[in-house]
């Protein structure tokens, strides 16, 4: 196609290194106001719902508030490993205990509140701003920005609507903790492959 780019090795290799960075962050190198824009930007071109554009995005550099933040990130932490019965990794705990050094914070809302008891309202609601979440992370990637998917504070979303101004009616969803990264090598995961996971023309019928 005309005036379309054609680096699919570039692109390609973006998707299939994007993956969570706790570690290897220059916790000391602030993220750039404008670079940050630039990349949230390139976020709201993402698909949304009827032409919706309802998500909103906090980003947290006061470090009072990254604290408060963190602690509750901390708690709900433990409320996980509690209703889990599991333990979280080395790498998440070390998550936990920095995530107040982190840059910046990027906490994706979506203003209005699904409907309760439709499934079909709840795709909707948030299949229209989780995209836009995965985009910012792809597009500061690729600027050598790690960050984290996680969304621990839902557990405490009263408590850090208080924290930072947030009304009532707009609904948290993903909470991206970010910084340039320090030589962090990212890698494709080992994932199932395509064949494994799809079914053609019905569930369970698999390509010959």
């Not at 299939?16 to 404008?34: C, K, L």
């Not at 508030?65 to 602690?71: F, G, M, N, Y």
């Not at 836009?132 to 998917?149: E, H, K, N, P, Q």
């Amino acid at each position: 196609m005309a005036n379309e780019p054609d680096d699919f090795e570039t692109f390609d290799h973006i998707l299939a290194t994007t993956r969570s960075v706790r570690r290897r962050i220059d916790f000391e190198r602030p993220i750039e106001p404008e670079v940050l824009e630039a990349c949230i930007d390139l976020a709201v071109q993402a698909p949304t719902g009827i032409n919706a554009e309802n998500w909103r995005f906090v980003v947290v550099t006061d470090t009072e508030k990254k604290r408060s933040i963190a602690e509750l990130y901390r708690q709900g932490g433990e409320a996980l490993v509690k209703a889990r019965g599991v333990e979280l990794k080395a790498t998440q705990r070390e998550h936990a205990d920095r995530l107040h050094e982190m840059p910046a914070l990027v906490l994706v809302c979506a203003e209005g509140r699904p409907a309760a008891g439709s499934a079909a309202m709840q795709v909707g609601f948030y299949g229209s701003v989780l995209p836009a979440a995965w985009s910012l992370m792809l597009a500061l990637r690729a600027r050598g920005i790690g960050s984290t998917w996680t969304s621990l504070l839902v557990l405490h979303e009263e408590a850090v609507a208080e924290v930072l101004g947030i009304p009532a009616d707009v609904s948290q969803t993903v909470l991206l903790p970010i910084g340039y990264m320090k030589d962090a090598v990212l890698k494709p995961a080992n994932r199932k492959p395509a064949r494994e996971v799809t079914y053609w023309n019905g569930w369970g019928t698999t390509r010959d």
